[in-house]
């Protein structure tokens, strides 16, 4: 089975809609998103209407939670915060109520998803070895693990009796899965910060065990027009130009 991870829409159409025609293009049989499908962006509703539409799996991130409530708004970063703010006086009820029946976590796939990481599904960013020795630690019953939240394509894996190692991934790189422990992250839709603004999504293909990280171009100036038309922050429209 080959499935789209998806993760960090962020409230940004233009990129989700982009990623959805090319994972279509690409033969996914399903569609997986871990989570954070508001947050930045100017059209949430867009997002949650497609995630609804196509994902097979949906987590809830950090910011879903804020916009239903579950998080204190203080916790986030003053653009984050003004964004929550904002969502949570725009978004429709049945957006929300989608996002309401979500969680941060999900264990009866074949692999381990996170919308964060194992130890912390909400928000702790894997961004070292260290960190994923410990995550990896955590991760059964499972071999493999899909986390998001950092917003940076990566992977880290262990092999028997070895210590962690991990790197960025740029697009069309193809990791053989068949053997040892890995963390998967496929980077960000709709918000980038690897230094590529394309939309990043990952192909996991559960047969063969591989997975191949992917990008794709967008319409970063109609996000980011949408975003100084609901007069959110420009730096939240800017930094898509840069993948920051």
């Given at each position: 089975?080959?499935?789209?991870?998806?993760?960090?829409?962020?409230?940004?159409?233009?990129?989700?809609?982009?990623?959805?025609?090319?994972?279509?293009?690409?033969?996914?049989?399903?569609?997986?998103?871990?989570?954070?499908?508001v947050g930045y962006g100017a059209e949430p509703d867009a997002c949650v209407a497609l995630a609804r539409r196509d994902a097979v799996v949906c987590l809830a991130g950090n910011h879903d939670l804020a916009v239903r409530g579950d998080?204190?708004?203080?916790?986030?970063?003053?653009?984050?915060?003004?964004?929550?703010?904002?969502?949570?006086?725009?978004?429709?009820?049945?957006?929300?109520?989608?996002?309401?029946?979500?969680?941060?976590?999900?264990?009866?796939?074949?692999?381990?998803?996170?919308?964060?990481?194992?130890?912390?599904?909400?928000?702790?960013?894997?961004?070292?070895?260290?960190?994923?020795?410990?995550?990896?630690?955590?991760?059964?019953?499972?071999?493999?693990?899909?986390?998001?939240?950092?917003?940076?394509?990566?992977?880290?894996?262990?092999?028997?009796?070895?210590?962690?190692?991990?790197?960025?991934?740029?697009?069309?790189?193809e990791l053989d899965l068949a053997a040892g422990e890995w963390l998967l992250n496929p980077g960000s839709v709709g918000q980038p910060r690897d230094g590529d603004p394309r939309a990043a999504w990952l192909m996991l293909d559960t047969?063969?065990?591989?997975?191949?990280?992917?990008?794709?171009?967008?319409?970063?100036?109609?996000?980011?027009?949408?975003?100084?038309?609901?007069?959110?922050?420009?730096?939240?429209?800017?930094?898509?130009?840069?993948?920051?």
């Amino acid at each position: 089975m080959r499935a789209a991870i998806v993760s960090d829409i962020n409230g940004n159409r233009h990129a989700f809609e982009a990623v959805l025609d090319a994972v279509e293009a690409a033969g996914a049989d399903e569609l997986w998103c871990l989570g954070d499908l508001v947050g930045y962006g100017a059209e949430p509703d867009a997002c949650v209407a497609l995630a609804r539409r196509d994902a097979v799996v949906c987590l809830a991130g950090n910011h879903d939670l804020a916009v239903r409530g579950d998080i204190p708004l203080d916790e986030f970063s003053r653009g984050a915060e003004l964004a929550a703010r904002w969502t949570r006086e725009v978004i429709a009820p049945e957006s929300l109520a989608y996002l309401a029946r979500l969680e941060p976590l999900r264990l009866d796939e074949a692999v381990g998803l996170y919308h964060a990481s194992p130890r912390d599904p909400v928000w702790e960013y894997v961004l070292s070895p260290l960190q994923a020795e410990l995550c990896l630690d955590v991760i059964e019953p499972h071999r493999i693990a899909l986390i998001g939240h950092s917003h940076i394509a990566l992977s880290f894996s262990r092999g028997a009796g070895e210590p962690a190692t991990g790197e960025t991934r740029a697009d069309g790189t193809e990791l053989d899965l068949a053997a040892g422990e890995w963390l998967l992250n496929p980077g960000s839709v709709g918000q980038p910060r690897d230094g590529d603004p394309r939309a990043a999504w990952l192909m996991l293909d559960t047969d063969a065990w591989t997975a191949t990280y992917r990008r794709t171009e967008y319409d970063v100036a109609g996000a980011g027009a949408a975003i100084r038309a609901a007069r959110l922050p420009d730096s939240l429209a800017g930094r898509l130009l840069h993948g920051q």
